[in-house]
């Protein structure tokens, strides 16, 4: 069994067009996924998987990722690694020899190690998931190798050499002496214990700031050069290791290093979130379009971003029977209602690239696309023109939609006569119906939802109870009247039952 | 070798003066006693209140305190002696313009040798004040001086006076090093500096090299003193450590001091005055408390007239103080929040005798007269207020409230107050509680462990500015009349 890849089985992708990425701000959680990334990978989150087998090959990657002590592992092991890939670009950029090779040695000492610590760990772990088992056992058999073996013993040699050489140094003005270390006594541990008697005091404690570059100064370098000539030894050892050992790095050890930086950096990108109390699951996967439901999910682009605030924002759910297909979304401005049709685009998407979605349970199926229609903003036309415009975009959508098709319809005709509207918006109802398509659709036009039983009307809500929470439920909800001086104390926790609480928890 | 003159075995925490701290120091009137007591001295100022707003808790410390003041009441000399020789070394030491100057290591090294150099002379002068210190019976000084004379023998003083003079590197400098990461020198060790002329014997003998950096290469020479720094990082940060630590003793050495020399002051003040103090004792039991001839101290600090003291006999949670408008109640409140709090800081207490129990921590919410806000603005600043009190009360706290929720009508204000006291009362937090409501005072009359204080009113309806145990009284004369028509029908 060979190691192919940890992100697909047989490499079947599809791209969405960008407005579709604009509209439901995946470029922003794109954008947000490969700053944090090692290595560039937004590639890999602009192709969606068009096959059940790829996406639940990457979901079981993702499940072995998700386990604490696994997860553990591969961080150091990405971290180690990127210290391997940092040391040999330093190696490349110096001039000078005894660093040049230095850098390389540190490296190589490095990649030995950080390959030894992840096969020991992970040998006795149990793995699900084909493509880290492939993996698992391609490094069995490296680690194995001859050609493994002879790097790691010619660099710990080598290194070990390098460690026992010791020298003194004297500087008188402007002379300076090296030789070979002599017993000479040290000074520091006299003063130390004579001072320390005076020391009852936390104090702060200095701190020097040395900023060391890796550029050495003419006189480390001449100091280093005679500490060479003084041990010869050593210092030939370094040269031979350089010359036969130049490129150590195996491909597919750099491959996988590459492809683990998706996982973990879309886990790294949600922690933050989940910090905040919210979930994130994998989805059940349908091969067509049937029934579908979510749990406390919630838009990704907006979590994320108040998350940096330390605010959490509210979840929805909703369950799609199978048979109904328009989610029709009314209700007041600010209710959230533009979120909630992102959000339901972004489920497709994310779990479609074999990853982890917001919510605690879902059951979603492969689409073939994602459409969006936003209003444009940007665009400043005359009425005819922008509804034109619009009404192209729809025809463009209705004509290649099929019945494994996501459409997420946004404020469409808004600017038009309301009677117009209604007319074509029932008219785009109707076609979408027929075309077998799941389709949210936020308007303004409640009475919508008696074009076709399909449709299940959803309502916004503005929050009454907690302004400061800028995000809604898409649910009706009841506020109750109580006199305004309890409701005030209940607002500070000051009621007898909230201070019973307190108290205890305080006490 | 450490002061710790206000607590066995720390220093006092310098804690941010919050909204809790200056309501309590402003509504009881501390900061008028503070004033007085630090003769317009910041630092002092500072300490006293710091002291005031961080109540000692534990029964050994407050002994152990008030040993001190004690001390310092009989033998004030000495702790002036002290207070002087500490402000001459923080002086000495904005003097010292160079020193800490110099950023790196070498620099660093040098200025605090030489400022090592002056300690030594001040410590000496501290053990010559120690050694004839007069008048001292407590734990805390006795302890201060056997240290000195553990500490600063004259051996040591000797070895140190030694080591200081091989610190003073001049052009010469010799170290140990390795080859580290990524082949940087590295592990630098400071090695002892030989003789001028058997450094040249080492270095010719076997098989050593050297070379000279060029008189006009500025490049080498400043990489030379960089790797000098390196080498004298740790060197630099030990007796920068050993420096501070001693300015750090003679700059606590100074406050605590100077919170003695505050507290005798206002002693005196007391005594000039025509007034009296006592000792606190300690009542081990919660709730207890019995003290005799109470006075406000704050109160001494502003009037003339002669102030009415009180007596108290308390073994409840909560104490209603009720009655007559300007008879004397907040004047009550706050002269039992002072006692308290000095009792708690270690010192005497503004009384003939008081015997109390220890409050884990005292708070006070006082109706504010300046708020002209909205009425709901002002309830909702009240609850404010009252949510960082629970958010930091304890069992056994003391709370001193003073008309609280009187922003908003009686019956509104009256549940409040109500649900509040009872989760507190569950909570054996303590609260002395200033009201004019009757709603309020009377919601609790079937309770048990609550104690209602009345002002007094002589028989022609002069107050007496006394507060006597008793029960509330309506204002409602409707109600009196009520009952007083319809007797025994209830």
């Given at each position: 069994?060979?190691?192919?890849?940890?992100?697909?089985?047989?490499?079947?992708?599809?791209?969405?067009?960008?407005?579709?990425?604009?509209?439901?701000?995946?470029?922003?959680?794109?954008?947000?996924?490969?700053?944090?990334?090692?290595?560039?990978?937004?590639?890999?989150?602009?192709?969606?998987?068009?096959?059940?087998?790829?996406?639940?090959?990457?979901?079981?990657?993702?499940?072995?990722?998700?386990?604490?002590?696994?997860?553990?592992?591969?961080?150091?092991?990405?971290?180690?690694?990127?210290?391997?890939?940092?040391?040999?670009?330093?190696?490349?950029?110096?001039?000078?020899?005894?660093?040049?090779?230095?850098?390389?040695?540190?490296?190589?000492?490095?990649?030995?190690?950080?390959?030894?610590?992840?096969?020991?760990?992970?040998?006795?772990?149990?793995?699900?998931?084909?493509?880290?088992?492939?993996?698992?056992?391609?490094?069995?058999?490296?680690?194995?190798?001859?050609?493994?073996?002879?790097?790691?013993?010619?660099?710990?040699?080598?290194?070990?050499?390098?460690?026992?050489?010791?020298?003194?140094?004297?500087?008188?003005?402007?002379?300076?002496?090296?030789?070979?270390?002599?017993?000479?006594?040290?000074?520091?541990?006299?003063?130390?214990?004579?001072?320390?008697?005076?020391?009852?005091?936390?104090?702060?404690?200095?701190?020097?700031?040395?900023?060391?570059?890796?550029?050495?100064?003419?006189?480390?370098?001449?100091?280093?050069?005679?500490?060479?000539?003084?041990?010869?030894?050593?210092?030939?050892?370094?040269?031979?290791?350089?010359?036969?050992?130049?490129?150590?790095?195996?491909?597919?050890?750099?491959?996988?290093?590459?492809?683990?930086?998706?996982?973990?950096?879309?886990?790294?990108?949600?922690?933050?979130?989940?910090?905040?109390?919210?979930?994130?699951?994998?989805?059940?996967?349908?091969?067509?379009?049937?029934?579908?439901?979510?749990?406390?999910?919630?838009?990704?682009?907006?979590?994320?971003?108040?998350?940096?605030?330390?605010?959490?924002?509210?979840?929805?759910?909703?369950?799609?029977?199978?048979?109904?297909?328009?989610?029709?979304?009314?209700?007041?401005?600010?209710?959230?209602?533009?979120?909630?049709?992102?959000?339901?685009?972004?489920?497709?998407?994310?779990?479609?690239?074999?990853?982890?979605?917001?919510?605690?349970?879902?059951?979603?199926?492969?689409?073939?696309h994602i459409y969006t229609h936003f209003e444009k903003e940007e665009k400043v036309q005359s009425k005819k023109g922008k509804l034109e415009d619009e009404l192209a975009r729809a025809k463009a959508i209705l004509d290649k939609a099929t019945d494994k098709s996501i459409i997420v319809l946004n404020e469409i005709f808004s600017a038009t006569a309301l009677e117009d509207a209604y007319f074509l918006a029932e008219f785009l109802i109707k076609k979408i119906v027929n075309i077998g398509a799941i389709a949210v659709f936020v308007t303004f036009m409640h009475k919508l939802y008696r074009v076709d039983n399909s449709i299940i009307p959803l309502t916004s809500n503005v929050e009454t109870e907690n302004p400061a929470i800028r995000t809604f439920k898409i649910t009706r909800r009841e506020t109750k009247g109580r006199s305004f001086a309890i409701y005030l104390a209940e607002k500070y926790r000051l009621t007898y039952d909230c201070l019973k609480e307190r108290l205890k928890d305080e006490s | 070798m450490r002061v710790n003159l206000l607590y066995k075995d720390k220093n006092l925490k310098k804690i941010e003066i919050g909204e809790l701290e200056r309501n309590l120091l402003q509504d009881l009137g501390l900061d008028i006693v503070i004033n007085s007591m630090s003769n317009g001295e910041e630092l002092s100022k500072e300490i006293i209140t710091q002291v005031l707003v961080q109540p000692l808790t534990e029964e050994n410390e407050i002994v152990y305190r008030q040993e001190i003041v004690q001390d310092a009441i009989e033998n004030i000399d000495l702790f002036k002696k002290l207070n002087k020789l500490a402000d001459d070394v923080i002086e000495s030491k904005k003097k010292s313009l160079f020193w800490m100057m110099n950023k790196k290591p070498s620099g660093v090294l040098f200025s605090n040798v030489r400022m090592m150099e002056t300690l030594i002379e001040y410590l000496l002068e501290l053990k010559k004040i120690l050694e004839n210190p007069g008048y001292v019976t407590s734990e805390g000084l006795k302890t201060l001086i056997e240290n000195t004379r553990k500490i600063l023998t004259q051996d040591y003083i000797d070895q140190l006076k030694q080591l200081l003079k091989i610190l003073e590197f001049k052009e010469i400098i010799t170290f140990s090093t390795k080859i580290g990461h990524a082949n940087r020198l590295s592990e630098f060790v400071l090695r002892l500096k030989e003789e001028k002329g058997s450094i040249l014997k080492i270095f010719s003998k076997d098989k050593g090299y050297s070379f000279v950096i060029d008189e006009r290469d500025e490049a080498g020479f400043r990489a030379l003193s960089e790797i000098k720094d390196k080498v004298l990082i740790d060197i630099a940060k030990l007796v920068h450590e050993a420096v501070s630590s001693i300015l750090r003793f003679f700059e606590i050495l100074k406050e605590e001091t100077s919170f003695y020399i505050a507290v005798h002051h206002l002693h005196e003040t007391i005594k000039d005055k025509g007034y009296w103090s006592c000792f606190p004792k300690i009542n081990k039991f919660f709730p207890n408390r019995v003290i005799k001839d109470l006075y406000d101290l704050s109160l001494m600090f502003v009037t003339k007239e002669k102030i009415i003291p009180n007596n108290l006999q308390e073994k409840d949670f909560i104490t209603f103080i009720v009655g007559a408008n300007q008879g004397g109640k907040t004047t009550f409140l706050r002269s039992l929040g002072i006692a308290q709090t000095m009792f708690q800081a270690g010192l005497f207490v503004p009384a003939k005798s008081f015997d109390s129990h220890i409050n884990s921590s005292l708070f006070t919410h006082f109706k504010k007269e300046e708020d002209v806000n909205l009425e709901s603005g002002k309830l909702d600043d009240e609850l404010k207020r009252m949510d960082e009190i629970v958010k930091r009360v304890r069992p056994q706290a003391l709370i001193l409230q003073n008309e609280s929720f009187a922003s908003t009508n009686e019956q509104e204000g009256s549940e409040i107050a109500t649900q509040i006291l009872t989760a507190f009362k569950e909570n054996s937090i303590e609260t002395f509680y200033v009201t004019h409501m009757y709603t309020l005072a009377k919601a609790f009359i079937d309770s048990q462990n609550v104690n209602y204080l009345v002002v007094e009113v002589d028989d022609n309806g002069k107050r007496t500015f006394k507060v006597k145990p008793g029960k509330p009284q309506s204002t409602s004369f409707g109600k009196d009349l009520f009952y007083k028509v319809f007797d025994g029908v209830t």
């Open positions: 069994m060979t190691f192919n890849s940890l992100l697909t089985a047989t490499g079947k992708t599809v791209k969405e067009n960008e407005d579709t990425i604009k509209d439901l701000r995946v470029d922003l959680i794109i954008d947000g996924i490969s700053r944090l990334s090692r290595e560039p990978i937004g590639d890999i989150l602009f192709d969606r998987l068009t096959k059940k087998k790829d996406i639940l090959y990457r979901q079981k990657i993702l499940k072995d990722i998700q386990k604490p002590e696994f997860l553990k592992i591969l961080k150091k092991f990405s971290q180690n690694f990127e210290k391997v890939k940092n040391y040999i670009e330093l190696s490349s950029k110096s001039s000078f020899e005894i660093t040049l090779k230095g850098w390389h040695l540190e490296a190589a000492l490095n990649y030995i190690n950080s390959l030894e610590e992840f096969y020991s760990a992970v040998s006795n772990l149990k793995i699900e998931s084909e493509g880290f088992n492939e993996f698992k056992d391609f490094l069995k058999s490296y680690i194995a190798s001859n050609e493994f073996k002879t790097l790691k013993e010619e660099a710990i040699f080598t290194k070990n050499q390098l460690n026992e050489i010791k020298a003194i140094v004297n500087i008188k003005e402007n002379k300076i002496y090296v030789n070979n270390f002599n017993n000479e006594k040290r000074l520091d541990n006299d003063i130390k214990k004579a001072l320390s008697k005076l020391v009852y005091y936390e104090v702060e404690k200095l701190d020097f700031e040395i900023i060391e570059s890796h550029i050495l100064s003419n006189v480390e370098e001449k100091i280093l050069e005679l500490i060479k000539k003084l041990n010869y030894e050593p210092f030939t050892a370094l040269s031979d290791f350089y010359k036969k050992h130049r490129d150590f790095i195996e491909k597919t050890v750099e491959q996988f290093y590459k492809e683990i930086q998706f996982f973990l950096t879309f886990l790294e990108y949600i922690e933050p979130i989940k910090k905040m109390g919210l979930s994130f699951c994998f989805p059940e996967i349908a091969e067509g379009n049937g029934e579908v439901y979510f749990k406390d999910s919630f838009d990704l682009a907006l979590a994320k971003q108040q998350s940096e605030k330390g605010k959490r924002i509210i979840t929805n759910d909703l369950h799609v029977n199978k048979g109904e297909k328009i989610l029709l979304v009314t209700g007041p401005n600010q209710g959230g209602k533009t979120t909630f049709a992102r959000m339901f685009g972004q489920l497709f998407y994310f779990a479609t690239l074999g990853l982890m979605i917001p919510g605690v349970e879902a059951k979603l199926f492969v689409c073939d | -």
